[in-house]
């Protein structure tokens, strides 16, 4: 199978590299502090690698696995080494009082990040509303992406359907604004009216 890029080496970027792994990709790993990609490598099926930080990453399909608030200097650190990939936003722009958004009012974090890539790179964003322990448990659960580019939304659905997940489709890169109010959303329920962080949210079609 082909080469995923994720950037990061936190909690999602480990349980996202994780299930990738399990499905029979070659995950390469990146981050600012490389002891950190290659303790998250080592972690991972054998064939993970790390790759270089700012240079071009070696999947044509890049998971952006960096909190918000410093997603912006990691895309200008790439700059042009993003050259035609499709790059998988999963930031959350909660404040840290979860009180709301700090993303632009009528804009998300995703759109933010797809002003500053290079025209040839497409932003799809998905995984924003799944808590990373939830998703490493390893059960069957929705995912929902949002993204302008057609093409780019396929390539993303069909990889996240090889992870056991069901990609569901929400509308163009616009619908990130609702996505990421459901982040926020998931996480008010969690520290209330569900009172447990294993959670999550499924749509049920019948």
């Known amino acids: 199978m082909s080469t995923i890029s994720i950037i990061g080496s936190g909690g999602m970027a480990a349980a996202i590299a994780s299930r990738t792994a399990k499905a029979g990709y070659t995950v390469e790993v990146v981050s600012r502090n490389p002891a950190k ?6 972690k991972l099926a ?5 790759g270089t930080y700012g240079a071009a990453p070696a999947g ?3 998971i952006l696995a960096v909190p ?3 997603a912006a200097s990691v895309v200008a650190d ?7 990939k499709v790059i998988i936003d999963i930031t959350n722009t909660a404040s840290p009082d979860l009180t709301g958004l700090v993303s632009p009012a009528g804009s998300s974090g995703a759109q933010e990040i797809a002003k500053i890539v290079p025209a040839s790179a497409h932003v799809v964003k998905a995984f924003n509303t799944l808590f990373g322990h939830v998703l490493a448990k390893g059960g069957p659960l929705d995912a929902f992406i949002a993204a302008d580019n057609p093409e780019a939304k396929a390539r ?3 990889f996240i359907e090889s992870l056991g997940l069901r990609p569901l489709d929400v509308g163009g890169l616009h619908m990130a604004q609702t996505l990421e109010a459901l982040g926020l959303m998931m996480i008010g329920l969690a520290k209330n009216g569900a009172g447990t962080w294993d959670i999550a949210l499924n749509v049920d079609i019948g």
């Open 68 to 70: 918000y608030n410093g």
């Open 60 to 62: 044509d399909i890049v």
């Open 37 to 42: 990609a290659q303790a998250l490598a080592d």
């Open 156 to 158: 993303v659905s069909t």
């Open 78 to 84: 790439y700059g042009d080494a993003l050259d035609g």
């Open 46 to 50: 054998a064939g993970a690698i790390t």
